[in-house]
């Protein structure tokens, strides 16, 4: 966990993950406030990864956006994202790095890879899945659909609402990584990609 | 229970300052209800939750917390019903997250809402929004009343969110999220915010005083009595929210006497003029020895008296207290919200009582007035208003 905007729950599920799975227990990621009722986790026994509170940041057609959420590995091997997929916009998996003294979001080589028994964050500010040119605006509230590809042919389908956000204006690098890429120079996310 | 109450307790109710004269202390001694000891503010206060999902909304029935804001929005001109959807799933789920303390998606706060506090937000439907979504508003704009003074920065409005917390930091937290999310499809038109006794402070059972040192409350339905007063069998009940200030400087030049009788209650323990107990029925046909009536026919408690259950509303009043002006003039008052099943049958009928004939009308004054509808509850997965706008 390296970013202090982590869920409570995300963290109980963490904890359980890693403390309740040998018992058969792993799922019960509720809230520990007094009266609660339990919050939904990811089924007892996931099978592969699931995504957790996903949000995509709502953006007008043809602007570059983003995708958040937490990926829930409940397995004991790893996974590898290789890709995502959605009807809304050509999609890449993208992290963020530093280049020229400033940060910049640039294509994850690899992949994302969610260790075993562990969450990985997708968040402003660090790694998300890119929306690259919505065909649509993608309205505060609507429900955006969006699959991601695992590096062993699997597929994992997952529907995100998008919420109205003023952050998350990180600059695009598409840098060398990219065949046929344009020039590495800096583009904000929500300004109109080329 | 049979047992004598500790010495504790006893002193701890005596200090929350809620009885005083010997006959009040009596009372408090043999009546099992009052016995329950103020229990202290622990870390439980913070983690406290209530549920969010459920038939009807949360924020109603339950006592209130020591803290809200009003908040109330006009729709966007280009909101149409769709869009007003689409707002609405996502301030529900905020609110579903916000009030289990677990932060909202995109929350950049995120540690500001660990600590719910009993937080609920309480959604309610202006006449404008039920316009917008090509329906019959179940609530009207009300009448008005010779005694309003209403300011436009007060009154009316689309959408309420009554957003309510043991915490005040809790409520700025949840106030922050959700307007952010109403922005793209509404204005912010006011925002009222208002407190009551801080937890732990007298127990949940005692009625609490507004800034005119008034027990404020004491006919409110309680327990099972507040269903036929407040809740329509589809889960919906009707909100008043109205902005009263209260003219201090001139209350201050009253004696206790004088006050006692524009109200009709004792002030130092809401006794009605014709008993002893806060409790005791009022008698409106007891005479002193004078032949005069007990409880005077102008006081406020004669004029707002309601007996048939299914009549009555459920107060649930914050205070205000805003910045004195330079000659020490308070800004102060009750932000009156009120729940029932039917403003127009039950609440009008009491204010144009009160706006007719009430001695306290000298000493405060509406300053602002709104009405909503608020919707029925909604199950995990969906959102609250879908019955008017899927």
């Known amino acids: ?93 993208h992290e963020m790095t530093m280049k020229d003294g400033k940060m910049v979001m640039q294509p994850k080589q690899g992949g994302f890879v969610i260790k075993a028994r562990s969450t990985h964050e997708l968040n402003p500010g660090g790694d998300h899945l890119m ?20 590096a062993d042919g699997s597929t994992v389908p997952f529907t995100a609402i998008a919420k109205p956000f003023a952050g998350a204006g990180e600059s695009y690098d598409p ?12 583009m904000p996310m929500g300004s109109t990609a080329p | 229970m049979t047992s004598r109450p500790s010495p504790v307790s006893r002193r701890r109710l005596l200090a929350g300052g809620a009885v005083a004269g010997l006959g009040a202390v009596a009372a408090a001694v043999v009546t099992t209800d009052r016995e329950t000891p103020v229990q202290a503010a622990g870390p439980d206060t913070g983690t406290a939750t209530v549920p969010f999902y459920g038939a009807r909304q949360a924020g109603v029935a339950q006592d209130p917390p020591a803290h809200a804001a009003f908040v109330a929005f006009t729709l966007a001109g280009g909101t149409d019903k769709r869009a007003v959807a689409r707002m609405m799933r996502l301030l529900t789920d905020d609110a579903a997250r916000l009030t289990q303390g677990e932060p909202a998606l995109g929350d950049t706060d ?14 309610g439907f202006g006449p404008g929004l039920y316009a917008v979504a090509g329906q019959r508003s179940p609530v009207a704009e009300l009448p008005a009343f010779a005694i309003d003074r209403l300011d436009k920065r007060w009154s009316g409005g689309d959408l309420l969110l009554q957003i309510c917390a043991d915490d005040p930091l809790t409520v700025t937290h949840t106030q922050r999220m959700l307007i ?130 299914a009549m009555k509303i459920l107060r649930r009043p914050y205070n205000y207290d805003g910045v004195p002006n330079a000659l020490g003039h308070p800004d102060a008052g009750l932000i009156f919200a009120a729940f029932q099943r039917d403003i127009a049958r039950q609440f009008v009928p009491i204010q144009q009582r009160l706006a007719d004939k009430d001695l306290l009308n ?13 919707p029925p509850g909604c199950r995990e997965g969906g959102w609250i208003g879908e019955q008017v706008l899927a």
């Open chain 2, 362 to 374: 000298e000493w405060i004054t509406p300053i602002g007035s709104a009405v909503f509808a608020v």
């Open chain 2, 110 to 123: 995120a540690t500001l809402a660990v600590l719910p506090a009993r937080l609920t937000v309480t959604f």
């Open chain 1, 175 to 186: 840098g060398m990584a990219m065949p046929g890429s344009a020039p590495a120079s800096a």
């Open chain 1, 1 to 93: 966990m390296r970013n202090p905007s982590i869920r409570r729950r995300t963290l109980s599920v963490t904890v359980l993950a890693g403390v309740l799975a040998t018992l058969g227990l792993a799922g019960c990621g509720g809230d520990s406030s007094s009266g609660a009722t339990p919050a939904p986790g990811p089924s007892t026994v996931a099978a592969t990864l699931t995504v957790k509170d996903p949000w995509v940041k709502a953006a007008t057609a043809g602007t570059m956006t983003a995708a958040f959420g937490v990926l829930v590995n409940d397995t004991g091997a790893d996974i590898t994202i290789t890709s995502a997929e959605s009807p809304a916009s050509p999609m890449e998996l």
């Open chain 2, 180 to 309: 952010k999310d109403a922005r793209p499809f509404a204005a912010v038109r006011w925002v009222q915010q208002g407190f009551r006794r801080s937890p732990g402070v007298q127990s949940p059972e005692h009625t609490q005083r507004n800034v005119l040192g008034q027990l404020d409350g004491t006919a409110n339905p309680r327990g099972p009595a507040i269903d036929p007063a407040v809740w329509n069998a589809d889960g919906s009940t009707q909100l008043v929210v109205r902005r009263i200030r209260a003219e201090i400087e001139k209350w201050d030049l009253l004696s206790v006497t004088d006050k006692e009788n524009a109200v009709g209650r004792r002030m130092a323990t809401g006794a009605p003029l014709s008993g002893t107990d806060e409790h005791d029925e009022p008698d409106f046909t007891a005479l002193d020895d004078a032949g005069l009536p007990k409880i005077p026919d102008f006081s406020h408690v004669t004029r707002a008296h309601v007996t048939d259950p």
């Open chain 1, 131 to 150: 929306l690259m040119k919505p065909a649509a605006a993608i309205e505060a509230g609507d429900e955006v659909s969006f699959t991601l590809k695992l």
